[in-house]
């Protein structure tokens, strides 16, 4: 069978969980992953919350939704998180104390990952909290050359969740049909 | 139709005696006295057979003093006329008694308020409505593909010659011809001056406060496209009563009564942009002239139109002109200028004006490595939020 995977990646809270939930073929699986750090030459184990759900393209295809750990002490799980992914969609929450920063944070630790494929950022809670507007949002990430959709999204929303997916979708080819069409 | 205890009233233009008959026993039997047919000053909406040679002329004369009042265009023609619901003949009972149940359905509820309380200083609004996702995007979304898709697909090689207005205006528009385009015109002095406008209409008020980027309308979706899509110049204008009143800049604006948070000033310049647009390019638009997006448009909260994600992403990216955005994705010319319109209404398009005379024309789109799974997670999307918009696109 023939796995790919999309991640979804963003501080606690930004709705990664309801996102991955409004279009998964499976109810979320919020998942305890063991991680280990070898390298200071003794076993170190930490426990993190992964985030895992499934798209099914057909008999032999499914499409792997990955959450990644919002805590930033976790960010090596990003690494092989993203590794051979499709994309990233990124998730702000308006409501925290500085998104626009979070935005630059989450950025520069996927730098690489983005140059090789596409981002898309979906911003929660903008009826609880409308500043930053995506206007801001859009002048931020002008500032490190990327120009990303970014959509005020409602997580719980699966036309929200599937519109974001589909501007990662035609970033990575403006030529793309749907395959049925 | 509308309620079991008030029946829809709607007058029958155009019809033969015989015709006319038929929709009487189809009303009073299949339609079980839901909808009942009466005269023109009585009606809520018209049925019109718009193949009778008089169709167009009634229409008009209806639509000109009633531009609240929704219509059904019965007709074997693919095109219905503004203001209308097209209802392909031949006609079948259940469809037409589900287009009058349609129309019952957008006459009923908080709309039909609108148009008296709109008069009043304390009108009721209806941002609720206005800004409301799902049900009544998903209507909007098929609106829009189905009069955007009506319109010619390809460009006239002599389309800057064109001296016919009938030909011209199949492909440009005159935003101050319609009371949309004054609307937008009046929305973007008060964003440039930084100063609130209440603009009035006989059928309601819209306030704009460019301080918060809001917007408060009286009228609901339904109701604010027909008035967006009425000729200005032929004195529809004054029969609309469009009277703009300003606010000194700084002057605190009153969010109107029941009016809510209102709804995003961008989201209602983008849809009155593309009411007003149907697939053509304001007046004095270079076809060939390569444009830019300064960035994405907030597409979950805009009224979509067909082809716009695909539009965006390459304009988002590269410099290219509508023409050959349209050759390239393989779409209509009357998608890319229904975004062109609404994308330049909001101030996101740039001209980039890349040299015509380049020795090398811009690279074809990319393909990705993986299109195929690409395409297939795409169906799968759409697939999953069918009917919210991007079917056609």
Request: net charge neutral; glycine share 8%.
């Amino acid at each position: 069978m023939e796995q790919h995977k999309i991640i979804f990646t963003g501080p606690v809270g930004a709705g990664k969980t309801t996102a991955i939930n409004a279009i998964s073929d499976i109810p979320t699986v919020r998942t305890d992953a063991t991680a280990t750090d070898m390298t200071a030459g003794r076993k170190r184990v930490t426990t993190v919350a992964l985030d895992f759900g499934v798209m099914n393209l057909g008999p032999d295809e499914r499409i792997h939704l990955y959450g990644t750990p919002g805590q930033e002490r976790f960010d090596f799980m990003w690494e092989i998180l993203s590794k051979g992914a499709i994309g990233l969609v990124l998730l702000l929450d308006n409501t925290r104390a500085d998104p626009s920063a979070d935005l630059r944070f989450f950025v520069q630790a996927f730098r690489g990952f983005i140059d090789r494929t596409e981002l898309a950022v979906g911003v929660t809670r903008m009826d609880l909290s409308p500043k930053p507007r995506i206007a801001d949002y859009h002048s931020a990430i002008r500032g490190v050359g990327l120009k990303p959709p970014v959509f005020a999204v409602d997580a719980r929303e699966s036309r929200d969740v599937g519109l974001l997916i589909q501007a990662l979708l035609y970033s990575l080819d403006p030529g793309l049909v749907a395959a049925d069409e | 139709m509308t309620t079991m205890s008030k029946p829809l009233r709607v007058t029958a233009l155009g019809l033969d005696k015989r015709s006319r008959s038929a929709l009487e026993m189809i009303l009073k039997g299949p339609g079980k006295g839901a909808c009942v047919l009466t005269d023109v000053a009585e009606s809520e909406a018209a049925i019109v057979d718009m193949d009778r040679p008089e169709a167009s002329m009634l229409w008009e004369n209806y639509h000109r003093h009633y531009p609240e009042r929704p219509g059904i265009a019965l007709s074997a023609q693919d095109s219905c006329p503004e203001g209308t619901r097209l209802q392909p003949k031949p006609v079948s009972i259940n469809a037409l008694l589900a287009s009058l149940r349609a129309v019952a359905e957008e006459l009923a509820g908080p709309e039909a308020a609108t148009a008296e309380t709109g008069k009043a200083a304390g009108a009721q609004l209806e941002s609720k409505v206005v800004s409301t996702r799902g049900a009544t995007q998903v209507l909007e979304d098929r609106a829009v593909r189905r009069y955007v898709s009506a319109l010619p697909e390809s460009l006239p090689e002599d389309y800057r010659q064109l001296s016919d207005p009938a030909s011209r205006a199949k492909l440009f528009f005159v935003p101050t011809d319609y009371i949309g385009g004054h609307l937008l015109e009046a929305i973007r002095e008060a964003v440039a001056r930084g100063e609130a406008r209440i603009i009035h209409l006989r059928v309601g008020a819209i306030t704009v406060d460019p301080a918060a980027h809001r917007t408060w309308c009286a009228l609901t979706d339904t109701r604010l496209k027909q008035v967006c899509m009425v000729r200005a110049h032929s004195g529809d204008g004054e029969a609309l009563d469009l009277r703009i009143e300003g606010q000194a800049r700084g002057a605190a604006v009153e969010a109107p009564p029941g009016g809510g948070a209102g709804l995003d000033l961008d989201a209602f310049v983008w849809k009155v942009a593309v009411w007003v647009s149907r697939g053509r390019a304001p007046e004095g638009t270079d076809l060939q002239e390569p444009v830019l997006l300064r960035h994405w448009p907030n597409l979950t909260r805009l009224l979509m139109t067909p082809s716009v994600m695909r539009v965006a992403a390459i304009w988002a990216k590269q410099h290219r002109s509508p023409v050959e955005t349209a050759t390239l994705l393989r779409i209509p010319l009357s998608h890319v200028l229904t975004f062109y319109a609404a994308a330049r209404a909001t101030g996101l398009l740039v001209e980039a004006r890349r040299q015509k005379d380049e020795l090398f024309s811009p690279p074809d789109i990319d393909r990705h490595r993986q299109r195929g799974l690409l395409s297939r997670m795409l169906a799968k999307i759409l697939g999953a939020t069918q009917g919210s918009d991007q079917k056609g696109t």
